[in-house]
């Protein structure tokens, strides 16, 4: 509007001047006599251009002369750069022509008879006929071309913003991102985390990133001890590292990294000696069978990794009475690709966020110490911190010491120390068939196992920088990435991660250099202490949940993207899965190789998990896998390979799936950033539900009924709501603005307060792509086998029930909302 409303003076100008032009060209034809400001005057042609050209020397007159040059030479310059914005419709040949006609005033004062008899009267009225058509004929041809290049707000704007998002990213190549990573990863051979931050930080700053900051926090972490964990058998007194090697000094310098990091965060620590029992993958059933036979008070279970999460199996083993755990995982359920009999691997058994400042972030604070009270500084080094029994936070919550967040001591194990302890041979595939690994019943095996970890409290430092939305500031999209956490395992796929948000931003801020901006803020995030438990994203989550309850429309993860080569695996929110399968297919029409598109909602590993758990808010990842990897069993990615993690350029040598992951996203960053109404899907939601209570004989059939009844509602809100909203013809600003408000909030109606450990709060996800069932229902079906109760599984109805309900009444008040904006009005 600024460009249009400085150009109107300069049209209104023209037109005035167009009109004395058009009147002195004509009034030379001999023998006309009509435009005479004296009736003493002769009617000659002379007379008049002498007339008219007194007036031109009056003042103001000579600016004229030259603007009209001026225009005349920009007329018929041949340069591209028209700026055609500035052409009105008063303007075009057509309308000085108009122009002419409404100079009444001007015609009438002039204005005397014609002599009756005339001979040129037909030729003259013959070349102004001409004059007319040729003009006319030019007029439309300028319109024409004008409107092509300039289309009305009346024309969708979709087409020049996909035109926009495809030339951003144009500039994402694969080249610059191998170069990002490989500084990344000579960076961390020198460098601690401290220093990888302060080189994002930096980065991202040159790149033209606004407000780039580090967040920093005081956390509690888990460690491992000065020595390697062990494992002894009783009976032959034989000591084994958790790698399978046998405890001596020369296997301890060998690979004191590998066996040092070979251990479970956050487990208890110390020595236990009891018979190891072989619960499988620890299922509820499993081990109601396992306390038939056995005593299971203090014993050791010998735990596979798979198949349901971490958490909830050792809360299991931790209510059957069990004293420690060695967890491995079965040779056969890795790709046969992956050789990783000898390989230790890390897990961490926080669900989350600080230990010691569960659901409120570790910044400064009072200490209490000693009966004194004394202010928590920053610049109290964090180890001066940990030192100390209590702390005082100011909501008046202490700091608690929660060294330990199980009472089992767990041990990492690999599959090679595991055939040493049941004696049985390592290679246990025959005729192709690969047995797995078992401990015979009839057998019985006593071990030691001693594990050594430390807490203490250290910084964690996330990085963030803002990129200002033009039209609505106050609206977040939120990307998230994680860089190396000093004291963690050597993994490769960190620089992955930063090497990948590191180009989209470069593409980004290229065009932003040009004068675009999106319309909502984009917030770019760094997360610090992911391995411990995504600490740096719960503790950033926490401090600021107020603000980002009420924000952020979307979260997009980049933890993790190449896992394997083989498979594109999306995962999103139901309110994203048409996005992304969008994006998908495009890009698969693109590889010849790549299978089909599969769009599922199920647990993500990585700094996603608050936004999706605590805030609600629609979540989408891309990641490339291994089609094996995808039909193992799920929750394999808790382990955290030392050696397999620094294979990332063997699995992408020239960066090309790295590039694919950061356009795929970087898509729908844009659309979820840029458009007037966001892309998300109220009907899928409905959907989804449906599906999720299909087949279950469990269900009572008022579940059934409210599913339905959601389903009603969103089907209502999608059409009569969404569908005139993406009509730029119906649109309006603040009911795109109410609609928006509506979409991003719908998913914290499935937002349940109590759930199993491990499992997501947020019930539109599913535990795994084989399971279709509300998660909660089917870990309450389980659970109840074994009680004599089913007090379990009423509650969870209860909670699915009560989401349902919720959903279908946000839909419902939504639409009341526009009901009544509509009644207002009228």
Sequence with gaps: MGENEASLPNTSLQGKKMAYQKVNADQRAPGHSQYLDNDDLQATALDLEWDMEKELEEPGFDQFRLDRAENQNLENSETADLNLDSIQPATSPKGRFQ????????????????????????????KMLCTAIILFIFGILIGYYAHKNCPSNATSSGTLDLQLYQEIIKTIQAEDIKNSFRNLIQLYKSEDDVEISKKIKTHWTSLGLEDVQFVNYSVLLSLPGPSPSSVTLSGSGQCFHPNGQPCSEEARKHGSQDLLYSYAAYSAKGTLEGEVIDVGYGKADDLKRIKKMKNTTNQIALLKLGKLPLLYKLSLLE??????????????????????????????????????????????????????????????SAEERGQSVLSWHPDGSFRQNRSDLTSLLVQPISASLVAKLISSPQDRTKNGVCSPLELPNNEERIVNMQVQTVTKFKTVTNVVGYLKGLTSPDRYVIVGSHHHTAYSYNGQEWASSTAIITAFIRALMLRVKRGWRPDRTIVFCSWGGTTFGNIGSYEWGEEFKKVLQRNVVAYVSLHSPIRGNSSLYSVSSPSLQQLVAEKSNFNCSRRAHCPGTNVSSVQIRGDADYFINHLGVPTVQFAYEDIKALQSPSFLSEALFLKRATKIEEM??????????????????????????????????????????????????????LASRLRESAQVFQSDEMRPANDPKERAPIRVRMLNDILQDMEKSFLVEQVPPGFYRNILYHVDEKTSQFSILLEASEHCKSLPSNKTLQEALSEVLNSINSAQVYFKAGLDVFKNVLVGKN
Aim: aromatic residues 10%.
């Design 319 to 380: 209510k059957a009475g069990f004293g420690g755990v060695l967890l491995y995982i079965d040779p056969c359920d890795l790709p046969k690709t992956s050789n990783l009999s000898y390989d230790t691997f890390m897990v961490s058994l926080n669900p989350g966020g600080d230990p010691s400042t569960p659901g409120y972030p570790s910044v400064e604070s009072l200490m209490i110490l000693n009966g004194f009270c004394k202010t928590w500084k920053s610049s109290t």
């Design 99 to 126: 122009r002419l006609q409404e100079e009444s005033e001007y015609v009438t004062r002039y204005t005397r008879s014609a002599p009756k008899s005339n001979p040129c009267n037909f030729c003259r009225l013959s």
């Design 652 to 705: 992408d040598p020239f960066f090309n799936l790295h590039e694919t992951i950061t356009k795929l996203s970087g898509e729908v960053i844009l659309q979820i950033a840029n458009e007037p109404v966001l892309p998300f899907n109220a009907l899928d939601i409905a959907l989804e539900v449906q599906n999720n209570l299909k087949g279950d004989q469990l269900n009572p059939h008022q579940l059934l009924a």
